[in-house]
């Protein structure tokens, strides 16, 4: 059986910072057929659902995983939430690890500073640069393939992929 790993939120999961969710039906899709397995990585780092929106602080999620950034929540709090996004990295690492031989894939939420594949947020404003969520790079860095939501035509043909 294959397998791909999703961000939980794509799957209609309320677990976005805000206590919402970016439900797909495609993704949906892949979890009736038992393909899909979905994972939320501030959840598995221990915070809140709700919780205050967070940044990378410069860089993107391999700086964060080499020490060289941090993340920060951006509502005014300023509070260091670093060590959440990285345990629930390692913890999303951990699943996809138990999947190794079977996982296709993953398909992530793009924008997120955990789950962006090619864009998220810049720290100082709302501009969206290019890099990774610190999940995304940690799954990419061990040799995972990503893939992100809005790349409708990739997660398609993936899915042509299982189906052959
Ligand atoms: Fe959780 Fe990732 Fe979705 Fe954010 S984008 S709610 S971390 S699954």
Redo the contacts with the bound molecule.
């Keep these: 059986m294959k397998r791909v790993i999703v961000?939980?939120?794509?799957l209609g999961i309320n677990?976005?910072?805000n206590g919402g969710n970016?439900r797909d039906p495609l993704i949906v899709e892949l979890f009736r057929r038992g393909i899909a397995v979905p994972?939320?990585?501030?959840?598995l780092g221990g915070l809140p659902t709700p919780r205050p929106p967070a940044k990378i602080t410069e860089g993107d999620g391999f700086s964060v995983i080499s020490g060289k950034a941090k993340v920060k929540t951006v509502d005014g709090s300023d509070l260091d939430v670093t060590e959440n996004f990285l345990k629930?990295a390692y913890e999303t690492l951990y699943v996809a690890e138990l999947f190794k031989d079977s996982c296709v894939a993953c398909i992530?939420?793009e924008k997120?500073p955990?789950?962006g594949v090619r864009k998220i947020y810049r720290f100082e404003n709302d501009d969206l640069k290019d890099g990774r969520g610190v999940?995304a790079a940690l799954l990419s860095s061990k040799g995972f393939k990503i893939l992100p939501s809005e790349d409708r035509e990739s997660i398609e043909k993936l899915i042509e992929e299982i189906d052959e």
């Design positions: 961000s939980a939120c794509l677990c976005k910072y970016n994972l939320c990585p501030e959840q629930g992530l939420k997120s955990s789950c999940t």
